[in-house]
């Protein structure tokens, strides 16, 4: 290769490069425009707006709708309250203390017998604890069902709050059996909670090791829990659901927190492992419990480590852990400790970078600075074939692919149309004048053999087989693109070589949620269902789910890109599948495979849907979609049985709002 070649590949690396991000930055303030827009609407709209009196100054009243919404004050304080009554309701239906076991299970709990005799440490850091959370946290650990468990106390405490050693020494003389449990070391300064927690993790003794905040509490189950469930799996990393509560009411709950099983995207983007991690000690080896350097984010640091070595981490779907919500502690504001915030960043590039990720970007998102948008790196530049079925419906196909064409700065791409028997002249028109256009060499239509009825899975398969790029992008014909760079962002994901299907985030023409992922099992038929579906665009998800790319069991087809080497290697769409459910069953055999499937809500379109098709209400229709459901049940009985692992089984598959279940 000559000097001047060379020189010339290295300069459009680098304007590749440069577009690249100019695209994500493009995106960004897109994302920003629409959330503004939200919230001016929000204020124009508000009642208080119409009804304000004439003589009220129009400035005044503007400042103080923006300083309500930015600081969340009034309406803040309202919505909590109302959700402190809900979830005191919810407690009494069995979460909270309704969900302590009554003397005859605590006897039942405690006289279990397991292979193992599990010796759990708890790590506790002590510094300047408030005294009746102290109490509470010691009380919670000697509550426990499971007997067999050593407190591990390091505290740097200074003299002021000397009470809390003669607390902790107290509980220690109430018999020899605490005295021996209850380890106690007053440490000669403070060294910060991590430092201050592997000092506790120096005095234990037990094979499985739970760190613990000094300020938190304990469901008495939680250590059975545990046990039972090393016993029944040998897991070597385990974490529970959670919940944060107010003051001293265990059942003032400010958020509930039911979590999927491990999904790394999840975790990349959002520590939702969180509370209470308990692990093999065997995962230490080589490894430090905590590092300073990430004091704020130590457990977000610590949880990437270890589950990259633990060879079975297994979720307790129980809400076994209580966050104490209390002025200054970051489960009540992260704003509490901003260095959290720079923290977290940094214990999740370090993760990146330690599996070969480079010249990534890890970004806060809408819905909370320590929730992340990580940005990765586009590996050279691979052809993607965008396969759109279509039989007439002229006016859909051109309103999607003008959107390709003026929106999207991702340019090694061709277009598949997998022609489906149109009869329509306006239709045959448009394929001329595509064929004779500017982007002819980008587009080619593909004639399928209509058959006898119309089925949608082999329409795809038969564009499939046509495309010559690295990548296939199914794609219908009634979408419409809004991010200019999504492409990009559903190719990031896909390119990875543990991930097989990728599908973005679709609307509804009233910016309603079509698809933000799809869960096994969910609906009224029981095969699967969008979560969050109908909500609005701005909404931020449970839990912020809206807001960062994470493991799905499946996505739309609609919008659903995948290597090509996969898709043939699974066999493609299940033609028994003519129209309904053949993406979730692709994108189910390819979990079969090892890969992971990932929703991104940063590849957004609109979808017009059952424009194309009609929608499957009844007669036929109606007819057709329960035998392919009956089908789909068939098939993955085993699937269904065990539940989605992304969806907790707390929640109702009635609903797709994350509805709880009712309890009997």
Known sequence: ?????????????????????????????????????????????????????????????????????????DARGVVKKIQYKIREKQAAKGYGTASFPDEEERKRQ???????????????PLYNTPENYLKDMLDSVLNQTYENWELCLADGSDEAHAYVGEIVESYRKRDENLARRIRYEKLKENGGISANTNAALAMASGQYVAPFDHDDYLHPSVLYEYAKAIDETGADYLYCDET?????????????????????????????????????????????????????????DMILRLTDKAKKIVHVPKLLYYWRCHPGSTASDIGAKEYAIEAARGSVADHLRRHGFKNFRITGTRAFETIFKITYEIEGNPLISIVIPNRD???????????????????????????????????????????????????????????????????????????????????????????????????MYAQRPDVGAVGGKLYYPDKTIQHAGIVVGLGAHRTAGHTHYKQRRENLGYMGRLCYAQNVSAVTGACLMVKKEVY??????????AV?????????????????????????????????????????????????????????????AKGDPYYNPNFTLDRSDYSLKVQD
């Open 1 to 73: 290769m000559g000097t001047e070649e060379r020189d010339y590949k290295e300069e459009y690396e680098k304007e590749r490069v440069k577009a690249a991000y100019l695209a994500d930055r493009v995106a960004q303030l897109e994302d920003e425009v629409d959330d503004l827009s939200f919230k001016l609407a929000r204020i124009k709209n508000n009642p208080l707006w119409k009804a304000s009196k004439p003589a009220r100054s129009v400035y005044h009243f503007v400042k103080r709708q923006a300083d309500r919404i930015k600081n969340q004050g």
């Open 393 to 491: 419906h002229e006016e859909d196909l051109r309103r999607c692919q003008t959107s390709i064409f003026d929106k999207s700065t991702y340019e090694n791409y061709e277009i598949v149309i997998a022609e489906n028997g149109s009869t329509e002249e306006a239709v045959k028109k448009y394929y001329e004048e595509l064929q004779a256009g500017p982007l002819r060499e980008r587009i080619r239509i593909v004639h399928c053999d209509p058959g006898e009825s119309f089925n949608y899975a082999r329409i795809c398969n038969e564009g499939v087989r046509a495309a010559t790029g690295e990548y296939i992008l199914l794609l219908n014909n009634d979408t419409q693109v809004i991010s200019v760079n999504w492409m990009e962002e559903l190719l």
């Open 580 to 640: 309904s459910l053949n993406d979730v069953d692709l994108c189910l055999k390819i979990r079969e495979e090892g890969l992971l499937n990932v929703f991104t809500p940063f590849a957004e379109l609109y979808h017009y849907e059952s424009a194309s098709r009609g929608a499957d209400l009844e007669g036929e229709k109606a007819a057709r979609y329960n035998a392919e459901s009956e089908h789909f049940r068939e098939k993955w009985k085993d699937f269904l």
């Open 244 to 300: 944060t509560f107010a003051g001293t009411n265990l059942n003032k709950f400010v958020t509930m927190h039911f979590k999927p099983d491990y999904a790394i995207d999840n975790l990349r983007a959002n520590n939702y492992i969180c509370h209470l991690s308990c692990f093999d000690r065997d995962l230490l080896k080589g490894e430090e419990l905590y590092r300073s350097q990430y004091d704020g984010s130590q457990d977000h």
């Open 568 to 577: 043939d290697r699974v066999g493609g769409l299940d033609e028994s599948f």
């Open 110 to 124: 405690r006289e279990a017998v397991f292979q193992k005799d599990i010796l759990f440490s708890i790590l506790v």
